[in-house]
């Protein structure tokens, strides 16, 4: 079976600093993927675009986010949602940072925060997950 068309499911921007040095995150991506350039489709969830159905011939490439997934913002249970849906029908999917993690949540991660030296600190924790 031949896989030719990718979705490049985009779950967030970087700031703008880095926006403006590097561009945006389809960019990065079409740097990477460049033998699909013509195949390529991106989709910006976390703006509420929607994602088209789920088929086992398109490759979908989850982005990562400045996000997290523990906020469980409704663009990113949608997202979920789908990634059940494109893993019911054996879809390929592949996440980076962000994207991995929403695709263990969709199924069935349980999140915890660890403390980072014991103490709840802003910004300094770190998220770990366990499958049941």
């Known amino acids: 079976m031949t896989r030719n068309r990718l979705l490049l499911v985009q779950t967030g921007t970087p700031p703008t600093a880095i926006r403006q040095a590097h561009g945006d995150l389809p960019r990065w991506f079409r740097t990477l993927l460049a033998p699909w350039q013509t195949q390529l489709t991106t989709v910006r969830v976390f703006e509420d675009e929607p994602l088209p159905t789920p088929d086992n011939q398109t490759i979908a490439v989850l982005t990562g986010s400045w996000a997290m997934v523990t906020d469980r913002l409704a663009w990113s249970e949608r997202t979920a949602d789908w990634i059940r849906q494109a893993v019911a029908?054996?879809?390929?999917?592949?996440?980076?940072?962000?994207?991995?993690?929403?695709?263990?949540h969709a199924l069935g991660a349980r999140w915890r925060i660890i403390l980072a030296g014991g103490k709840r600190q802003p910004n300094h924790y770190a998220v770990a997950m366990g499958y049941r």
Request: glycine share 12%.
């Open 89 to 104: 029908i054996d879809m390929p999917l592949f996440g980076v940072c962000y994207g991995h993690q929403l695709m263990a």
